[in-house]
C-alpha cells in the first residue's frame, strides 16, 4: 500500500487527494470515490463535517479505507469535539492503522446554520497538536499503540497569503515545535502569491522541520469555482482563473488544464513537498489533472 509518510521522503512530488462527504455518503460511494482518487493519489484525505454537515464518521471511513488498501489522512478539528472527544478518536485512529493525521481548529458554524448548533472550541490547533505528540511520543496512552505501528504522522493547516518584506512565520514555528510533521496549505490558484509564501518558509528553514503541502482545486465549470470560493472563503481563486474557465468552450475540460498548469509550476518550486487536490465535481476530475499535468501515468 502506497502510504504519505513513504511518499514524503521521497524525491518525487507528493499527491493526496480528498473525499466529498456529506449525510448522503454511504460506505460504498466512499470506497468507489476513494478508489478513483487512489489511481494518482498517494493517500486520501478525510475531511470533518467540512460543509458543517454531519456524515459517516471520519474514524470509521479511515477503517474502510484501510480495508481496501488505501492510506487515510483523517482530518480532525477542534469545533465538533471536546479534548477527551478528539484524544479518544486519536488512539482509536491508532488503533486501525490510521496513522496520518490532519489537526486543524476548524471554522465556526456559518450565520443561520440549522439546526443551531454551538462550536466546543474546547482545545486550540496548536494544543490538540501538542496532545497529539504525547500520544504519539508514548508520553500518554501507554500500551495502546498496536504492535508494528509505524506511530502517529502529526499534520495541521496554514494559509498562504502574500508576506510582508519583514514577516516571519512564528505561528508555523510554533506549530513545529508543538510537533506537527507536515503542514498543508489551502487551496491556491495565484502561483505567485504562494512562490513569495512558500520561499519566506524556505529562508526560515522550516521545511527542514516539516513537509509542506500546497493545494489545488479542479474545477467542473466557472459557477462550481465561484460557488467553491464563497464555501472556502480562506481559499484564493483569482477572477481571472474563473473568468478563462467560463470563457471556454468545455468548462470541465478547462477546469483540468488549469489545474495541470498549476501542478506542473508547483511541482517546480522549491520547498514544496506534495499537494492535495480537491473538487466540486466527480472525483475523476482529479485523476485527469494530474495525469494532463504529467505527474503519473
Known sequence: ??????????????????????????????????????????????????????????????????????????????????????????????????????????????????PKTTGVFDVGAIGLIAAAATIRDGDAFPGTEPEGSPGLYLGTVATAFHPADGWTPEKLTSKADAGAQFIQLQPCHDIDLLAAYVAKIVDAKLTWRFQLLTGIAVFPSADAAREFRKARPDSIIPTEVVQRIEDADDQAAEGIAVAAEQLRAIARMPGVSGVTLVTPGEPALIPAAVRAAGLRP
Do not use: W, Y
Not at 476513494?34 to 484525505?45: R, S, T
Open 1 to 114: 500500500m502506497k502510504t504519505l509518510r513513504d511518499a514524503l521522503r521521497s524525491e518525487e512530488l507528493t499527491l493526496t487527494a480528498e473525499l466529498s462527504l456529506d449525510p448522503r455518503t454511504g460506505p460504498e460511494a466512499v470506497v468507489e470515490q476513494a478508489k478513483v482518487l487512489a489511481e494518482v493519489a498517494d493517500a486520501v484525505q478525510i475531511p470533518d463535517h467540512r460543509h458543517s454537515l454531519p456524515h459517516l464518521s471520519n474514524v470509521a471511513v479511515a477503517a474502510l479505507l484501510l480495508q481496501n488498501g488505501v492510506d487515510p489522512v483523517v482530518q480532525m478539528n477542534c469545533r465538533d469535539r471536546n479534548r477527551v472527544a478528539l484524544q479518544s478518536d486519536i488512539v482509536g485512529a491508532r488503533a486501525l492503522g490510521a496513522c496520518n493525521l490532519l489537526l486543524l481548529r476548524g471554522t465556526n458554524f456559518p450565520k443561520g446554520h440549522r
